[in-house]
Structure formats: C-alpha cells, structure tokens
C-alpha cells in the first residue's frame, strides 16, 4: 500500500480533532497550550503533503512562518502563565471565569 | 528597493516602534510619559504623510504578496488614525501601566504595523503573518496589567480563543493551498473562477470561521466581552477598531478579490452571520451593567452590521462599510477616552457609577453621551450615516436577493433595541439619580489637560462632521471600493 | 330693494360681537363700562333691526369664510346674511326682548361680583343668536349654532362654585351636542348631495327632486338640531336644569331666544321638510306633540318657579315644532303658525321670567312657591304684569297668545285631529298649572316669612316688565302672521281687517279648534282656582295619589339618563381604558419589549466566563455553518 | 444667510452660543434662547405675511448640493403645505421658552436642549430633501429623552423617557426604510422631494413597489403621530415631559409624520395610497373614538389633554385619508390648529402643576374664582378641543368632515360623534371638576399669571388660535394650492373612486344621478387635460368610461 495524500491529510484532521479536543476538554492551560501546538501542527503536515503533491514549495514556506509564530505564541503564553500562577497559584481554565455573563 | 518604498508607511512605524523601544533605555522613569508623546507625534506624522501618497494605480510588491491601492490606504490611514487616539489614550493612563509604559506604546505600533500590512495583504503567507502580528502583540497588550487578575485572565482567554481562530485559519490555507496549489490571491482568483472545488470551498469556509474572531462576530463572538472588560482600555479601543478592521479588510480581500465567486454565492453565508451577530449583540447588551461590557456586546452588534454590508457584494455595501469603520472610529475614540478617564478600573465602569457625571466634566458627559447617540444611530452624528447607508444598501440588493429585506428589518429592529441601552448610558449621565447611593456620591469635578479636550473636540468634532458633511469621506470610501473591481 | 342697504345687517350683527370682545378684552373687572357697552351694542343692534325692518330692507350680503374649490362642487363657506321677513322679524324680537332683558340685568345683577363676564356672555349670545337669524346658509347656522351653545353653557354656569349651577351647564352643553351631531350629518348630507350649502340655491335643487329616502333622512338629521336646541323629546332634560342661570339669562336665553332657534331654524329650512315624500313632518309633528304634552304634565308638580317655567317653556316649544310639522305634512304649506307663535311666546314667555325674577330678588333667592304668597299686594307691578303675561300663555282673548296657539290648533284640525286633541290637553295643562303658580305665589296666603319683607323691584327692573307686556298683550293685533306669509307665499297675506274683525277671525275660520281651545283654557284656569286658591300645601299628590311621583319626578328621565350613559358610554370608556392599559399599553408594548429582554438575559446565560465553554461553542458554530454550506 | 435657513439656524445658532457660554452666566441662556426663538417667530412670521398666494410654486427656495453620489441636496422652501405649519412651530417654540421660567437647575443643559429641538423642528419643516427632513426630524429625539429625565415630573419618568424615544425611533426608523425604498424604487437618484416628485410623474413607482411602501410609511409616519394601535407612548410620555417639552413636541414634533405623509407618500404614492388609506381610515377611529373614550376616564388632567390630544390627530388622518382637496386642507388646518391648542393646553397644564403641584383633577375645584386669567384660557382651549367655531380647529375638523364624506361616510359619521360628543364630554369634565365648583380651603392661595410676562405665551397662542378660527382664509388660501398638487396624482384615480362612492350612495334617482353626471364631465375634462402624461391615468380614464357605460 502507498502512502498517498489522502493518508496524511487524515492524520492530519485527526490531530487537528484532538487539538481542539484538548483545548475543549483539559483543565491545565499548560496542557491546553499543547493542544494548541497539536492543531497548528496539523496544519503543517497538512501543508507539507500539499506540497509533496502538488510539487509546489510555496506550502513548505508557509509552514517555517507557522512554526516562528507558534514558537512567539507559546513565548507569551507561557508568560502570561507564569503571572497568572505567580497570581493565583493556580493554572487551571476553571478559575478563569471571574469575567462573565 | 521600490518594495520598501511600497511599504514604506509600515517601515516608518516599525521604526518608530524600534524608535521608542530604544529611547526608552535612555529616558529616565518619570519621563517615559514623553514617549508616549513621541510616537504619538510620529503617528501623527506618517498619518498626514500617508496623504502624500498617490497611487494612480494599484502597485504590486514582493513578488505580489503584497498590493498597495486606495483600498489598504483607506485602511491604513483608518488604523494609523486610531493608533494615533489610542496613543494618546494611553498616555491619559500611563501612571497605571505598571510595567514599562514605552514598550506599551511600541507594542502598539507594532499591533499597527500588522494591521497595514493585513490591509495590503495579497498572499495567504502576508494574511497569516500580518494576522499573527497583531494577535501576538494583542496577546501581550490585553494582559499587560499583569498585576490585575481580570487583565490577565483577559490574555488568557484571548490568547488560548485567538491561537484556535488562528488554526482554523491557517487550516483553511493550507487547504486552499491543496485544492488551488497557490496562495497568492491573484492566482487563486484565475484557479477558483474556472470551477468549483469543494476543498477549495471548505478552506475558504474555514479561513471565513477564523475572520469571524476578529470582526468578534458569530459564531466566534463569545471573547469580546470579557476581554473587553479585563483588557486596558486603550488596548480594548485598538482591538475594537484596530483589530476589527484588519477583519475586515482581510474579509474583503478574500472574498471580493481572491476568490469572488465563491464568495458571491456565500451571501447567504454572510447574511445570516450579520443577523445572528446583530441580534446575540444586541439582546446580550440589554441587561448589561457595566459599561466595557457593554461596549463589548456593541462592538459585535455593529460587527454584524459591518457583516451586513458585506454580504451586499456591491459597491455601496462595500464603501457604507467603509464609511461605517470611519464613523465608529471617531464613536469608539471618544467613548473609550472617556472612558479611560473617568474609569481607571473595569469596576468603575458600572453605568450608574456614571451618575453625575455631568457635573464632574461636562465635556466628558458630552462626548459619551454624544458617543452613545452616534452608536444608536441619530442624527446629527456619524453613527447615523453610517447606518443609514449600510441599510441604504441592504435595501438596495432588496429586489435581487429578497432576503436582504429580512436583514434590513433585523438590522431596524435591533437598531431600535440598542438605543435602549445606549440611551441607559445617557441616563446615567445626565439624569439625576435614583438610588441612595447615586445621590450621596460627591461629585468632584474631573480636571482635563488641554491636549485631552483637544482630543476630544476633535472626537465630537468628527463624529458631527461625518453626520452632517459626509460627502467628503464618502467620496474616499467610494474611491477606495473602486479599487476592487466590482 | 337697497343693495347697498342690505350691508346695514352686519351693523346688526357687529356692535354685539364688539361689545364681547371689548369686555373681555378690556372691561372684564369694570362692571359699569362691561353694562355700558353691551347693552349700548344691544340697543345699537334694536336700532338697525327697526330700521331694517320699516325700510322692508331685503337682499343678502356675504363674506368669504372658507372657500375651496375641489372640482367637485365648490366648498364655499360665507357669512352670509340675508334679510327678508323672517329674519327681520326674528332680529327685532331678538334685540327688542334682548334690549329688555340686558337693560333688565343692570338691576338684577346689581352687586355680583362679575358682572363683566355676565354681560360679555350676553353679548356673545347676541352676536350669535343674531348670526343664527340672519344667516343664509347652513354651514353659517351651524357655526352660530354652536357659538349659542357655548354662551349659553358660560351663563348657565355663571355662578360656577355652585355645584348645581356648573353641573347644569354641562349638562346643557353636552345635550346639544347631541343633536348638533345629526344636525351636522344633516348638513354634511346635504352638501354631499346637492353639492351647496347656500339656503336659496339647496332650496332649488331640492325642489328640482331627488333620491326618495334622501330628504326623510335629511330632514331627521336636521330635525336633531331643533331637537336639542329647542329641547324636544327626548333632549328635553337640559333645559329644567339650565334654571340654574341668573334669571335674565332664563328669560332671554332659555325662553325666549336661544331654545326659539331650533324653531326658527326648522321655518328659515322648511324646504327640506316641505319635499314632497319626506317622512321627516309627521315624526317632527309627534316628537313636538308628545313634548308638549310631556312637559305640561310635569310642569304640574313643580315648585321651583323657575321651573314650572322651564316646563312650560318646553311645552310650548313642542308646540312651535308641533306646528311645524303639521305644516309639512301637506304639499306646499307653510308654518307660519310657529313662527307666529315663536314671536308672540318670545314676548310673554320673556316678561314671565323676569317677573319671575323680580319676586326671586324680592324673596332673596327664594325660588319655592309654596313659600312665597300673598306677593300681589306687596308687588303690584310685577304682580299684573305676570298675569298679563299668564293669560297670553293660557291664550285667552284678546291677549296674543290666544292668536298664535289658535293658528296651530287651526292647522292641527286640518291635518290630524289626533293632535289636535293632544294639543288642547296641553292646553288645558297649560293653564291649570300656570294659574296654580299664580294663586299660589301671588294670591293665596303667605306660606313663610320670606314675602313678608318682599317689596316691588327697583324701576330699572319693572320697566322692562310694563314694556314687555305691551306687546304680550296685544301682539296679536299687529298682523304678524300675514306678515310672515308674505314670505312664504308673496302677496297673499295682506289683508288686515280691523281689530274686531282680527278678534273673530279664528272663529270663523276654524270654529272647532278655537273654542276647544278657549274652553280647555278656561277649564284650566277653574280648575287652579278650585284646588289651590287658599292651600297652604299641595292637594294634588294626594288626589292622585301614585300617580302623582312620576310627575313630580320628571318622568325619571334624568334617572334613565344616567344609568343609559352609565351602561353605554361609561362602560365603553372603562373598556377602552382597561384595552389600553392592560392589552394595548400592558401586553403589547410592555410584553414585547419584557419579552426581548427575557431573550437578552437567557441569551448571556451562553457568556459563562468559560473560554472552554466558548471554544466549545465555536466549533459547534463552525460545524454548523460547514454543514450547511457544504452539506457535509 | 437665507431666510428659511436663518430660522432654522436662529435656534442652531443660538445652541451652540449657549453651550459655549459657561455655566455661572445663568441670566444669559434664557435671554438668547428667547431672542432666538423671537427672531425664528419674527422670520416665519414675515414669510408667512410674505407668501405668494394662489400658487404651488415652492417659494424661498434654497438649494446646496449636500451629497452629490446619493443625490442629497440642501434643499429648503416653502410651499403652501409647510408655510403655516412653520409659523405655528415658531411661535409654539417662543411660547415653549416663555413658560419656562419654571425651570429652576440646570438652565444651561434645559435652554440648549430647548433650542435645539426647535432648530430640529423647524428644519424638518422647510426641508424639501428626504434625507434632511428625517435629519432634523431626529435632531429632536436626544433632547426630548433628556429632558424628560432630567426636568420631567411623576414617579414614571424613567419609564416614560424610555417608551418615547424606543417608540418614536422604531417608528422613525420604519420611516427611514420606506424613504430609502422610495429613493431606490423611483430610480431618480436623489432624495430631494421636488426632483423626486417631477421624476415620479414621468415614471411612476411600480404598483406592487406603493403597496408595500406606503405601509411602511404610513406605520412609520403613524407610529410618529401616535396612530392608534401604537399611541401609548404619547400619554406616557407628555404625562411625565417637563411643559416645554411637551408643548414643543404634542405641538409641533407631532405633526412631523402627517407632514411626510402629505408631503412624501401620498403624491409619490398615489396607487399605494388609494390601496392603503381605508385602512388608515378605520385606523384614525381609533384615535378619535377610543382614545376619546380614554381620555373620559383620565382623573390626571396630564393624562387627560395627552389622551385628548393623541384623539385629535384622528381628524389629520382622517383629512389625509380623504385624498380630497377639501379634506387634506382640513388635514393641514388641524394640524396647525392642534399645534396650537396642545401647545396651549400643555402650558397651561405646566401652569397648574407649577402652581398645584398635582394635576390629579380630585385635588382641584373651583380654581376659576383664583384664576380668572389661567382658568379663563384654560376654558377657551378646552372648548376650542371640542371643535368649537370661533377657533381654528374648527374650520380644520369641519374641512376634514366634509371632504372626507364621500368616501368614508360611515367612518365620518363616528369621526363626528367623537369630536362632537366624546370630545366635549372630556373637555367639559375637565372643566367642570377643575375650574368650576367650590375651592377647597388649601387652594385659596393659588396665584394666577401675575403679570404680561406671564401671560405672553398662552395670551399669543390663543390669540393666534382665534385669529385662525375667525379667518381660516389665512390658512387655506395658501394651503389649497399645495394641497391640490400633492393630491393631483391621486385624484385621477380618484375620480372613479369617488363616482362610485357617490353612486353608492345616492344611486337611483335620476336627477342626482344627473348632477353627478356633470361633475363626471368635468372630472373627464380634467382627466382628458392630464391624460397625455401617464398612462396609468389614462387606465383611469378607461376605468371612468367604463364606469359610464356600466350605468
């Protein structure tokens, strides 16, 4: 059986799934900034088959500026959690809901 | 080297930005407000220069990644304007940015230079680092009062909601990527007219769900309100206009110029957007209490009447909306400068902590109130216009998509609704209290510096300007829509 | 005959008019110059009419109120005024009585502290009730109509602190509106029809014939009017309680004048009636017949003065529109008879007020017959005056009253002897219970201290009361009917044979309705002096027994009257009320905006604070909108 | 500076002198804001003596080209239809700043607010431009909410204040749409009313197109003029405005929507309105009928000449329904005649509650003998409300009654019975348990209008409201000529209509039937003069003949 673009554009939604699955379901901000990294991950397997395919290398650009950008986002998030813990001695989602309604 | 000209407002705020970064080593702390003053002069500057800038046709740069007409020069202008009232917002409480006030300001500019480089984007790779750019810096500036809990938990939310949009967006890319083979919008509008793909179509419908964040309309509306509380309200003003804009903008390009036939047959797709938006808005906002919230759900009701302009897919949606974006700047400015001055924390921004405000400052209870009035749409002031030409044209796509009337009355009737709440701000101004607690709060008089009232004439100035004489910026927004091609 | 003369009217109409508006304007707290200039502008107005009236002035002269031409048929509205017989008879009774009266007032009003406003409503009244006689056309009428209305509610309300007095001027205002509401879809009616308003020109395009129902209805509509201003049956409940004006106002407004217009009015628009198929006379002919005889049956059992007046003041308005409508049951006749007797009760039914206002003055505002007595010795003037005036209203030869109440019982045995018997009942009626108030408040024996310090009125106030009597008295010798036929039918009434001859005439002309009427006269006069010469106390309840409370009670139309307005109007107010309220105001407004911000506020519930919550709802959103664009 | 403008900008002007004065110069703001509303009063004065009778010709015209892409122009004048009712407008707004000397606090806040919803006013008046007449119509909105608030009186102010603006605006707005649809749907492209109008004749509206834009003007315009079932803001709302306010707005703002009916709908919509105005008929009941009946069981005289003055505007409906010269005349007179009278009632209202403190009618009686000058007036507009000759409501009720006949018989016949009966029974009431009776004891020391000053204001509007009433010429001389042009493009239509009507009602006998024959010839005469210019009409005309050749 080959391997064809079909196959990894299907790993692709299922980690792009379980990202998002994890940013819905996990308590830990930390774990969720991981599952944020999972999506954008996804997207640069799924980038870097479209490449392959379509023998075209614009897509593998793409993916060097996805990985800076999620290297600057988890910079800051990891910022922010540190404050946040420095704070509230806490880094769970269910305690950022003092703001609502 | 003619690149860099083409990019050479956006050149001369990053360098301002780098600017303010480096005088603030040698600027001793009680000076740092000056910088302020600084970059905001220098955005002042750029912003008179970027009038010297002719286009007599739309000028292409970096290998077409990047386009430069009197579309992203409106925008440009539109966010170097708000940057320009945010500054010196941020100036008005720069005794309450804890930690270093230049670099607040220059991650403003920077936020600004991916918002003009997002106006000018002709390429996927532009549209997602220009997008990154502000979300970034935003992510940064919401949270920036890290000593208070709601500010960061305001980052938080923003960051962790924003990175989601962010990878539904880049999804839709690589997607678009894979069905279209480019990313460039050029191309693509050459490969998406030949025929339909539905895998070029759900990319695009997942790049449209990732926009729908910035312009905080359905089904990504949920984050506006708390982070409009929690963040500074200087940032909560660039994210309201600034941000909302590249939105915009973005939405535009997309839809009207790289792939305009996909997008045409999503009018309903955008229609019903602008109708959910308008009326989660607006029903939202009615009990509402506290005003940055408040704000808050106003700013996604009048996403989705940005929205309803442009589902249109005509030139007079497309320039009511430009027209719309102006007048809520010079709305939003005044309200959040004011704002800014009566309520240092998000708990003072309670509506009836408002009461007697008109005699704490006049001038500030005129400029919300007159801010307020703008927002429900009455005449004499911008909001009105605004209005009236985005159901102006609604109206006019009436005969050809019948739909649009149903729009048009959700737009009327949630126009109606929202003069309830806005009209409950003016309440709390103007009118005397009710309550004990109303009445006894003493009421010392707000001083205001010269350079603040400045600020705000300028604000009521503009809002009646472009409520009484709109034929002039009018004229810009049209001359920019022509750009498009429609 | 003098064009240029017939401008004089509007110097009829004019110093009455001034005189209001100056007073008001300027004199509204100095009672001698507020007297000086109203009755100045009354005797300027009794002038001009005597004028008019010897020079046969006759014409119109007309100002453009209103004028629009639509194409379909022109509206136009004049101030017209038109001069022919009967209205130079009706301005010289109208400022003749109303000279009288005004000159009457100075005395009688003697010391009330406003009295400017008194006499700016009489001059208001005169102005219109002079408009009403002179006007030509109906939207002028009805424009006059309602300013008499208005000055009417203003004295009848004059002494307003008292609760009686104001509730009667409402009362009154509000009747007549009544019927100005189908006296004015009357109008509306015709002038949709015929496309003018003018008297001349609708009497031409009504002659030249049109849609049978059409005059019937017009005729009723019309008929409203006279109905509420002339208080028929069943509009008649105003006029009892509008005694609560001063006097004078009584004599002139409620006796004389204003309640005759409804009268003159039916005459001046007899056209309308007189069109061949009409219904309108005969229901015109019973409403007056039935009022009259209504009206004398109550005037029996009164005690008020005043009222006992008021009730025979309706009785004989019934028979003034009884006359009328006898008068256009048959083809090409004419009424004068009520006219005729519209002038000749002008006179009696004006001195009998003001005498009866001289003993009320005398008594301190004691108004209860079986508390005065004795007043003939201690009032002589008044005292004759008032029998002289009794006897015309009786219609005893050869006072005028005799003459005129013989015309219209001489049409009535013409037309339908029905109604003759009625009228000779009221007859009848009419002087039993006007010799009862004789005997009893002047002749019989003093029932209360109160006429033992009566003495006879200042000359300012008899005056009017002997000048008054002159034409009571002889009235009927001065040939006003042939004069008045000479309007409706020139050139047949110019006969006057001498004053025996005048006296017979009824007589021979119609033997049994003058003598049934002389003899029920008589019969009633007998009868008062039977049973009430020297009672100190009413005998009649008692020989009546049950049947005398329905009388004494008015029939208990007022009852019936209120709780009609209780269960009609009132209730539909209350409903209208609570619609508004409660389902208008309550359920749809307050419901819809409650129910928008019950969506609001179920709505934010979504808003949890959550950002998991949030995202959750995204991708929900976003599989939504992916399977609807893309059917996924 | 132009005359319309100058009374427009009078007012405008002096706003922003007021809102640039600072605060402790308190003598100065009531001074200007009775100059400038004396000199708007002195204009409209001056073009009303000025104005060109016999004619249609818009006059004082002025024209500045606003927006030039949307076809929005600066365009003021004066024709027949709006000429009294800016003059009634200025002296309501002079009389409005007179009686408010009860203003005590926050003058500077309660004089701006004042003059500008007068500028507002009076520029929706002279404005011959869609866009500006709604423009200045909205100017009044921000006010009125404030005022109310803030000066207003009763416990259910806050309520009031809300009901109204929420009220007026969704009216305003549905207005707005149906003005946009005209715009868009006569292809003219340009909002100015004259440009539209002479568009309009040459090609019509599409029928479907009226009959779905003149309910939306007729709901919107209605909501605006409290057209029963949406009039409960107006009690609501003047119950609890301050007396300026509530004279300026029952008086003049009002009238702002049956304005745009005559002005806008009816001659650019003439199909849609043959269609619609039974329904506005049956509508203007409503208010003269049952809002009447609301107004018997008030026991707040506030409540009261609210309620009354919302059954009034029955009679404007009513004329406008007409679609006769006669009626929309009448229409036009009590529109001014009503400005006048709420005006006046209101002040006097202001006065007593001023005065009293209460306007519960129970706490009053006999206050005639206190106030022979107050109580004096007051009788005078209460009569003058139930349609008395004499004052200019009367010839307005009168034209509208008559010319509306024809075509709406029955509902003229209840129209009358509500302004004869229902009318007088309310106003005689009120009368009766406020001014007549005995005074109660606490009452003996109520002042009356003590000096001229005082009684200014509602010396002028009643003398106003006589001078009208004795010579409604005034009016009507120049109103038919306007008149006759909004209606011109309805009548062709409307002849059929009403030569059917006609025969309804009198059909049979041959006489009438042969007056009404002649009239036909001259409708057909007329006709045959306008025949060459649309085709819809000569569809009429066909109809009209076939009409003929049924009979």
């Known amino acids: 059986m080959t391997v064809g673009l079909a196959h990894y554009l299907t790993v692709s939604v299922v980690l792009f799934c379980l990202g998002l699955l994890g940013v819905i379901a996990r308590r830990n901000v930390v774990i969720v900034y991981m599952a944020l990294e999972l999506m954008l991950n996804a997207t640069n397997l799924a980038l870097v088959a479209f490449s392959r395919f379509n023998h075209n290398l614009e897509g593998q650009v793409m993916v060097f500026f996805i990985i800076t950008v999620a290297a600057a986002e988890v910079a800051v998030g990891l910022a922010l959690i540190v404050a946040l813990y420095r704070k509230r001695q806490t880094a769970h989602v269910e305690d950022l809901a003092s703001m609502r309604l | ?486 | 005959m003098h064009a240029a003369s017939t401008h004089l009217a509007w110097l009829v109409l004019l110093p009455p008019l001034g005189a209001a508006a100056g007073i008001t304007l300027l004199a509204l707290n100095r009672p001698a110059v507020s007297a000086r200039l109203s009755i100045g502008a009354i005797l300027a107005a009794f002038g001009v009419s005597l004028v008019l009236f010897t020079q046969g002035v006759e014409g119109r002269t007309a100002w453009t109120w209103l004028s629009i031409d639509d194409g379909r048929g022109t509206f136009v509205a004049e101030l017209g005024l038109r001069l022919d017989h009967l209205s130079c008879l009706m301005l010289l009774v109208v400022t003749g009585v109303g000279s009288v009266i005004h000159i009457y007032s100075l005395g009688y009003m003697r010391g009330d502290r406003s009295v400017g406003r008194y006499f700016a409503g009489l001059s208001l009244f005169s102005f219109s009730m002079l408009g009403i006689v002179l006007a030509d056309n109906f939207l002028m009428l009805f424009i006059c109509w309602e300013l008499v209305g208005v000055s009417s509610y203003l004295l009848i309300g004059f002494w307003f602190e008292r609760p009686a007095a104001a509730d009667a001027s409402k009362k009154a205002f509000l009747t007549n509106r009544l019927g100005d509401f189908g006296f004015l879809l009357g109008i509306i009616l015709l002038w949709a029809a015929f496309g003018t308003l003018d008297f001349a020109e609708l009497e031409q395009r009504i002659g030249a014939g049109t849609t049978p129902w059409l005059p019937s209805l017009v005729g009723l509509l019309i008929f409203c009017g006279a109905v509420g201003k002339s208080a028929q049956f069943p509009l008649h409940v105003w006029l009892p309680d509008a005694m609560e004006g001063p006097t004078p106002v009584s004599a002139l407004i409620h006796a004389a004048t204003m309640v005759a217009a409804g009268v003159y009015m039916l005459c001046r628009v007899f056209f309308v009636f007189a069109a061949p198929g009409s219904a309108a006379p005969d229901v015109i002919a019973w409403v007056g017949g039935g009022t009259a005889l209504l009206a004398a049956l109550i005037a029996v059992q009164q005690n008020d003065i005043k009222r006992i007046l008021a009730y025979s003041t309706l009785s004989q308005l019934g028979y003034m529109v009884l006359a009328v409508g006898l008068a256009g049951m048959a083809a090409g006749a004419h009424p004068v008879p009520a006219m005729y007797h519209l002038t000749t009760h002008a006179c009696f039914k004006a001195l009998l007020f003001l005498g009866a206002g001289s003993v009320i003055c005398a008594l301190r505002h004691e108004q209860d017959i079986w508390r005065m007595g004795g007043l003939a010795r201690r009032m002589p003037i008044t005292f004759w005056t008032f029998l002289a005036a009794t006897l015309a209203l009786c219609g005893i030869p050869p006072f005028s009253g005799f003459f005129s109440k013989d015309a219209i019982l001489a049409l009535a045995w013409e037309r339908q002897p029905v109604l003759l018997g009625l009228a000779v009942a009221v007859a009848f009626l009419t002087s039993f219970y006007m010799f009862r108030l004789v005997w009893v408040a002047f002749l019989g024996p003093a029932k209360s201290q109160a006429p033992d310090h009566a003495r006879e009125s200042p000359a300012v106030m008899t005056l009017p009361l002997l000048v008054l009597t002159v034409p009571s008295v002889v009235a009927g010798f001065w040939g006003i009917d042939s004069y008045l036929i000479e309007h409706f039918r020139p050139g047949e009434g110019l006969s006057a044979p001498g004053w025996l001859g005048q006296l017979t005439a009824p007589f021979h002309h119609a033997p049994v309705a003058a003598f049934s009427g002389l003899i029920a006269a008589l019969l009633g006069i007998v009868f008062a002096w039977r049973l009430y010469s020297h009672r100190v106390q009413d005998p009649l309840p008692g020989l009546l027994d049950a049947a005398a409370r329905p009388l004494r009670d008015k029939f208990y139309f007022d009852e019936f009257y209120g709780r009609l307005i209780a269960w009609t109007q009132d209730t539909l107010a209350r409903g209208a009320d609570a619609v508004d309220r409660w389902v208008i105001g309550g359920a749809l407004v307050k419901g819809a905006s409650g129910s928008i911000e019950l969506c609001g506020r179920l709505l934010r519930l979504v808003q949890t604070g959550s950002l998991q919550t949030y995202a959750f709802l995204f991708v929900l959103g976003a599989v939504v909108a992916i399977v609807l664009m893309l059917g996924w | 500076m132009d005359s319309l403008t100058f009374i427009i900008f009078c007012p405008l002007i002096g706003a922003v002198l007021i809102a640039l004065i600072p605060r402790s110069f308190e003598v100065l703001f009531r001074g200007i804001t009775l100059g400038a509303t004396g000199l708007s009063l002195a204009g409209a004065l001056w073009i009303f003596s000025e104005f060109e009778l016999g004619t249609a010709r818009i006059q004082y015209e002025e024209l500045v080209p606003w927006v030039y892409s949307l076809g929005i122009n600066y365009h003021l004048g004066v024709d027949g239809l709006n000429v009294g009712l800016l003059l009634m407008g200025a002296l309501v707004a002079f009389a409005a700043t007179c009686v408010s000397s009860e203003i005590r606090e926050r003058q500077k806040e309660f004089y701006l607010l004042l003059l500008l919803m007068t500028g507002g006013i009076l520029g929706a008046f002279a404005s011959l431009d869609l866009f500006f007449f709604y423009f200045f119509h909205e100017l009044a909105l921000v006010p009125t909410f404030i005022m109310i608030g803030v000066w207003g009186r009763g416990a259910n102010r806050r309520e009031a204040a809300f009901t109204i603006t929420l009220y007026l605006s969704l009216g305003a707005l549905i207005a707005l749409v149906g003005l946009v649809a005209l715009y868009l749907e006569t292809g003219a492209h340009t909002f100015d009313v004259v440009a539209m109008t002479r568009h309009v004749a040459a090609h019509p509206v599409s029928e479907s197109a009226q009959n779905i834009i003149f309910p939306l003007l007729m709901i919107g315009f209605g909501i605006l003029v409290s057209l029963w079932p949406f009039h409960t803001w107006a009690p609501l709302g003047y119950g609890a405005a301050p007396t300026a306010t509530a004279m300026l707005h029952a008086g003049v703002i009002k009238k702002f929507g049956l304005y745009g009916l005559l002005r806008i709908a009816v001659p650019l919509l003439p199909e849609g309105a043959q269609r619609w105005v039974g329904l506005l008929a049956v509508l203007c009941l409503g208010n003269l009928v049952y809002c009447g009946l609301v107004a018997m069981r008030q026991k707040n005289f506030g409540l009261l000449i609210a309620n009354s003055s919302v059954a009034h505007m029955g009679f404007a409906f009513l004329g406008i329904a007409s679609l006769s010269l006669i009626g929309v005349t009448g229409a036009v007179v009590v529109m001014i005649a009503h400005g006048l009278l709420a005006a006046l009632t209101f002040g006097l209202g202001g006065y007593l509650h001023q005065r009293l403190g209460t306007l519960e009618m129970a706490q009053m009686g006999g206050l005639l003998r206190r106030l022979p000058f107050v109580g004096g007036v007051l009788i005078m507009a209460m009569l003058a409300g139930c349609g008395l000759p004499g004052f200019a409501n009367f010839p307005g009720e009168i034209l509208v009654l008559f010319g509306a006949f024809i075509r709406h018989p029955v509902i003229v016949s209840l129209a009358a019975w509500a302004g004869l009966i229902i009318g007088a029974v309310y106003a005689l009431r009120a009368v009766r348990v406020m001014l007549h009776g005995e005074l109660p004891q606490r009452r003996h020391d109520t002042p009356d209008a003590a000096n001229a000053w005082r009684k200014l204001p509602y010396a002028l509007l009643l003398a106003a409201l006589v001078v009208f009433g004795c010579f409604p010429r005034l009016l009507t001389d120049r109103i038919v000529a306007s008149a006759q042009q909004a209606i011109a493009s309805v009548q062709g239509s409307s002849v059929a209509e009403i030569q059917h009507a006609d025969d309804r009602l009198f059909g049979g006998s041959e006489p009438t039937k042969a007056s009404i024959g002649q009239r036909g010839a001259f409708y057909a005469g007329q006709e045959g003069i306008a025949a060459g210019r649309s085709r819809r009409q000569s569809g009429c005309s066909i109809r009209l003949t076939g009409n003929a050749a049924h009979e």
Not at chain 2, 57 to 62: C, D, G, K, L
Not at chain 2, 170 to 189: C, E, M, N, Q
Not at chain 2, 221 to 231: E, H, L, R, S, T
Not at chain 2, 360 to 376: I, K
Request: hydrophobic share 55%; proline share 5%.
């Open chain 2, 1 to 486: 080297m003619s690149d860099l000209t083409a990019i050479g407002l956006e050149l001369a705020v990053m360098v301002t930005a780098l600017a303010v970064l480096l005088l603030d080593l040698w600027t001793p702390p009680e000076q740092k407000r000056q910088l302020g003053y600084v970059a905001a002069i220098a955005v002042g500057v750029i912003f008179v220069a970027s009038f010297a800038v002719l286009i007599p046709e739309p000028r292409m740069a970096f290998g077409g990644m990047y386009r430069l007409d009197e579309l992203s020069l409106y925008f440009k202008r539109f966010f170097l304007l708000t940057a320009l009232v945010v500054l010196l917002m941020s100036i008005e409480i720069a005794d309450r940015i804890e930690a270093g006030f230049p670099e607040y300001c220059a991650l403003h500019l920077f936020a600004l230079t991916g918002m003009m480089l997002a106006a000018s984007a002709y390429h996927f790779a532009m549209v997602f680092v220009a997008l990154e750019l502000i979300a970034v810096t935003f992510y940064i500036l919401t949270s920036y009062q890290r000593r208070r809990l709601a500010s960061l938990e305001a980052g938080v939310k923003y960051l962790v909601l924003s990175a989601v949009a962010s990878a539904f967006l880049v999804y839709g890319i690589a997607l678009v990527f894979g069905a279209s083979g480019t990313l460039d919008f050029a191309r693509l509008a050459d490969r998406s007219n030949t025929g339909s793909h539905r895998m070029l179509e759900l990319g695009l419908l997942l790049v449209f769900l990732g926009l729908t964040f910035k312009l905080a309309s359905v089904p990504f509306q949920f984050w506006a309100p708390d982070v409009y509380q929690g963040a500074p309200t200087p940032t909560v003003a660039f994210l309201a206009l600034g941000s909302k804009a590249a939105g915009v903008a973005l939405l535009i390009r997309v839809f009207h110029e790289a792939a305009p036939a996909i997008g045409r047959g999503w009018h309903g797709l955008f229609a019903g957007v602008s109708a959910a938006t308008m009326l989660y808005g607006v029903l939202c906002a009615i009990p509402q209490r506290n005003l940055k919230r408040l704000l808050g759900y106003s700013s996604i009701a009048n996403g989705g009447l940005v929205f309803m302009g442009l589902s249109t897919f005509s030139a007079p949606g497309l320039s009511a909306v430009l027209y719309f974006l102006a007048a809520y700047l010079f709305t939003l400015g005044a309200a959040f400068f004011v704002l800014c001055l009566v309520a240092p924390t998000a708990e003072d921004a309670d509506i009836p902590a408002l009461t007697g405000l008109h005699r704490r400052s006049p001038l500030l209870a005129a400029a919300l109130a007159l801010s307020m009035v703008s927002l429900a749409g009455i005449p004499p002031l911008a909001g009105f216009f605004g209005k009236f030409l985005l159901i102006k044209a609604a109206l006019e796509n009436g005969p050809s998509w019948p739909a649009m009337y149903a729009l048009a009355s959700v737009a009327l009737l949630t126009a109606v609704i929202s003069i309830s709440y806005y009209f409950g701000v003016i309440r709390a101004i103007y009118w005397p209290g009710e309550t004990e607690r109303e009445v006894v709060r003493d009421p010392e008089p707000i001083v205001l510096s010269g350079l603040t009232r400045a600020v705000l004439w300028f604000c009521i100035v503009g809002m009646l300007w472009l409520g009484i004489a709109p034929d002039k910026m009018l004229i810009l927004a049209e001359h920019a829509v022509r750009a498009l091609a429609l």
